[in-house]
């Protein structure tokens, strides 16, 4: 099945720092891209929608300039969670939905677990 | 809104136990309805999806779900799980006119060797 890989899985950082992360479709090109945030014993709420060459569209309650996303190319979308705090840790997940896909079958990056402090 | 939810948190099975985890959904038109399963240390996999059609489903690795509309039910069954079946289920619908997902809460099954 189709692979989407996000990087980096795990990271540490210090307040008020910025962290980048990345997820790629690996065999597969992505016309829309989707980021999820999964809090502890909660389920995945969707951050935004992320379609390549225009900008992201977020959901309620996101602030967009603090988790700012980029769709760069049809294989690469990146989330960079900036001036993070420690409210900001959590489980990020991202999915993607191939190009001429129909069926609205989404495939799911390993997720990547931000922890600051 | 729109709205999935799954009611059973954690489910503790023996090898060999039937599973029946539950799922409903909230909106009254066309729906599209997933499950997929997050293995320890794993990415989400789709486990089996409806779109149209006969509802009963079956997916990969024994698994089945039916859908069920006038009970706005999307259960997902097994009729002998495995050890290896430990995971954490989850239940999603595509939010009508979109390709978003709408997830439940999840459930995680530990299943006793």
């Known amino acids: 099945g189709a692979v989407v890989s996000q990087h980096p899985s795990w990271v540490i950082c210090k307040s008020g720092t910025s962290v980048k992360i990345e997820c790629r479709s690996l065999d597969f090109q992505a016309t829309t891209m989707f980021w999820y945030r999964q809090f502890p014993k909660q389920s995945l709420m969707l951050m935004a929608t992320s379609n390549e060459g225009s900008k992201a569209t977020y959901e309620q309650g996101v602030e967009k300039d603090k988790f700012l996303i980029n769709h760069a190319s049809l294989t690469l979308s990146t989330l960079t969670v900036t001036s993070a705090h420690p409210e900001d840790s959590s489980f990020y997940i991202c999915?993607?939905?191939?190009?001429?896909?129909?069926?609205?079958?989404?495939?799911f990056g390993e997720g990547s677990r931000l922890t600051v402090l | 809104a729109q709205s999935v939810s799954q009611h059973n948190h954690h489910v503790i099975l023996s090898e060999a136990a039937s599973l029946e985890l539950g799922c409903n959904y909230s909106y009254g038109g066309t729906v599209n309805l997933f499950w997929y399963v997050q293995y320890p240390g794993q990415h989400l996999q789709l486990l089996l999806k409806?779109?149209?059609?006969?509802?009963l489903v079956k997916g990969i690795k024994g698994f089945e779900a039916e859908f069920i509309k006038s009970k706005f039910s999307f259960n997902l069954r097994k009729p002998s799980v495995q050890w290896s079946d430990t995971a954490e289920y989850f239940c999603?619908?595509?939010?009508?006119?979109?390709?978003?997902?709408?997830f439940g809460t999840g459930t995680r099954l530990k299943v006793l060797a």
């Open positions: 409806y779109f149209s059609g006969d509802p």
């Open positions: 999603a619908s595509l939010l009508s006119g979109t390709y978003k997902y709408i």
């Open positions: 999915s993607a939905r191939p190009y001429g896909g129909i069926t609205g079958e989404l495939f």
